[in-house]
T-cell receptor, first 115, second 114 residues
Framework: EPEVTQTPSHQVTQMGQEVILRCVPISNHLYFYWYRQILGQKVEFLVSFYNNEISEKSEIFDDQFSVERPDGSNFTLKIRSTKLEDSAMYFC?????????????FGEGSRLTVL | KNQVEQSPQSLIILEGKNCTLQCNYTVSPFSNLRWYKQDTGRGPVSLTIMTFSENTKSNGRYTATLDADTKQSSLHITASQLSDSASYICVVSETQTGANNLFFGTGTRLTVIP
């Protein structure tokens, strides 16, 4: 069964360093998303991407964050200068239809620890 | 304010027993309601998606109900197994398009013990 894959599964970084999290969405999906989940808290929306551009972003997704689809398969989330509060599990998701009607398929997550 | 509240926060049951998880929401206008299962340290996996006109939807031993009038949903798990131990997240979608219009609950942490 097709699945969303994410790398790395766990990354430890120093505060102020740049981090890139990678995702390979399901191949015939058109909508891509990044969510994060701070330990013990609810899943929070960061950004959605459609037709090679950001379609929506939350207040969390400030200038320190960026997304890119560098080729036909990868979808990346970059955090330019990490802060302690960026420590969280980051989930990539994709859907065939838009987010309000389409089923979202989540990856296994990338755990980011900022020291 | 659009909110999704889940109860209980956590639940421990014996293997083989049934349980029911609750989700109350204030999201309006309503589009659909989803239940996800999230194993510890893993990504959420979809169990059911219910629209306004659907009252009940089953997926194996999982049965979700929806009362759009009272804005309540429940997830019933029958004959629980150890592998059912996970967090169960209720997500409600507004009719306005956009991923920012999906509202996540904090989840119910279910532990099934032998």
């Amino acid at each position: 069964e097709p699945e969303v894959t994410q790398t790395p599964s766990h990354q430890v970084t120093q505060m102020g360093q740049e981090v890139i999290l990678r995702c390979v969405p399901i191949s015939n999906h058109l909508y891509f998303y990044w969510y994060r989940q701070i330990l013990g808290q609810k899943v929070e929306f960061l950004v959605s991407f459609y037709n090679n551009e950001i379609s929506e972003k939350s207040e969390i997704f400030d200038d320190q964050f960026s997304v890119e689809r560098p080729d036909g398969s990868n979808f990346t989330l970059k955090i330019r200068s990490t802060k302690l509060e960026d420590s969280a599990m980051y989930f990539c998701a994709s859907s065939k239809q838009g987010p309000n009607t389409g089923e979202l398929f989540f990856g296994e997550g990338s755990r980011l620890t900022v020291l | 304010k659009n909110q999704v509240e889940q109860s209980p926060q956590s639940l421990i049951i014996l293997e083989g027993k049934n349980c029911t998880l609750q989700c109350n929401y204030t999201v309006s206008p309503f589009s659909n309601l989803r239940w996800y299962k999230q194993d510890t340290g893993r990504g959420p996996v979809s169990l059911t998606i219910m629209t306004f006109s659907e009252n009940t939807k089953s997926n194996g031993r999982y049965t979700a109900t929806l009362d759009a009038d009272t804005k309540q949903s429940s997830l019933h798990i029958t004959a629980s197994q150890l592998s059912d131990s996970a967090s169960y997240i209720c997500v409600v979608s507004e009719t306005q398009t956009g991923a920012n219009n999906l509202f996540f609950g904090t989840g119910t942490r279910l532990t099934v013990i032998p």
